[in-house]
């Protein structure tokens, strides 16, 4: 079991679980994740690791409710134990010195972006960061990101705070105005299939991390195939970051939504059990 000691709320459906796994906090890298299970029967979600305290023995995920697992997860309180935790898993993130680095996070996938920023940036790159959310409520983990950045760049799509836009627009004035040798974008597939076409323009090598179409975690059961440059690949043992340019984002969309009607249902019968406690 692993122990839940720290719990902060972002905003009401995003939370930050500081979580015991002193192995997985020595061995984790940039870009690895972890595979969570709540209760006995629980499903098994894939987080990547935002933060690691190989001192402390913690290692933190960020949590965003968008179905019954991961409200499961969100629910839990200090104290509380996550039944099943197995990691570091995947690829880790490639770091050198590549000179200068767009990173781009889209909502949540901001926490996952923060060790990849600050891994790059202590490798020496020059990082310009742009993070983006539906309004400003939703931007998160700000302070962290800025102190790994050369320049953080915060756009919201209601213009209640940083930027009023989309994330791909803040890009494009950075890729217009220097040379950029590397982007990294993370997000939501949406956010990431624009992001990609943006930075193809100025032919800009780009790496998304695709976690969110991930089940198992091991490769087995097969859920998180993706077309990359017309080859299958699987996200968990192959991924999770793949060369943006070369993901089908369209096929990847259809596989992600092919489940929605029976979430939607699985939600709202947990939300109900709920209300009848």
């Not at 402390?56 to 039944?83: F, H, M, P, Y």
């Not at 742009?130 to 800025?146: F, G, H, M, S, Y």
């Not at 836009?165 to 950029?180: F, P, S």
């Not at 793949?242 to 699985?266: P, S, T, W």
């Amino acid at each position: 079991m692993n122990k839940i000691v720290e719990k902060e709320f972002f905003s009401e459906n995003v939370v930050r679980l500081e979580i015991e796994a002193p192995r997985i906090a020595k061995a984790r890298r940039a870009g690895h994740f972890v595979i969570v299970k709540v209760g006995e029967k629980g499903e098994r979600i894939p987080l990547t690791i935002a933060s690691a305290n190989p001192e402390k023995g913690t290692i933190t995920l960020v949590v965003q409710r968008v179905g019954v697992s991961s409200r499961r997860l969100a629910d839990l309180n200090v104290g509380d134990e996550v039944t099943d935790l197995v990691g570091p898993l995947g690829q880790a993130t490639h770091i050198e010195n590549f000179g200068t680095v767009l990173a781009c996070g889209g909502g949540v996938g901001v926490a996952p972006l923060l060790p990849i920023v600050e891994a790059l940036k202590k490798a020496g790159n020059k990082v310009v960061t742009v993070i983006a959310a539906r309004t400003k409520d939703l931007i998160i983990l700000e302070d962290q990101i800025r102190e790994y950045s050369d320049e953080l760049i915060i756009t919201t799509d209601d213009g209640s705070y940083g930027e009023k836009g989309l994330v791909t627009e803040a890009m494009e004035k950075v890729l217009q105005r220097e040379k950029v040798d590397l982007s990294v974008v993370i997000g939501p597939a949406i956010m990431m299939k624009f992001a990609s076409l943006t930075t193809k323009k100025y032919e800009v090598p780009t790496y998304a991390s695709l976690n969110t179409i991930m089940v198992d975690g091991t490769g087995m059961c097969g859920a998180c195939r993706i077309t990359v440059g017309g080859k299958t690949k699987f996200v968990c043992v192959d991924g999770p970051e793949f060369d943006a340019h070369q993901v089908d984002f369209d096929e990847m969309l259809l596989r992600l939504n092919g489940y929605k009607e029976i979430e939607k249902e699985a939600e709202q019968n947990y939300l109900h059990s709920k209300d009848k406690q």
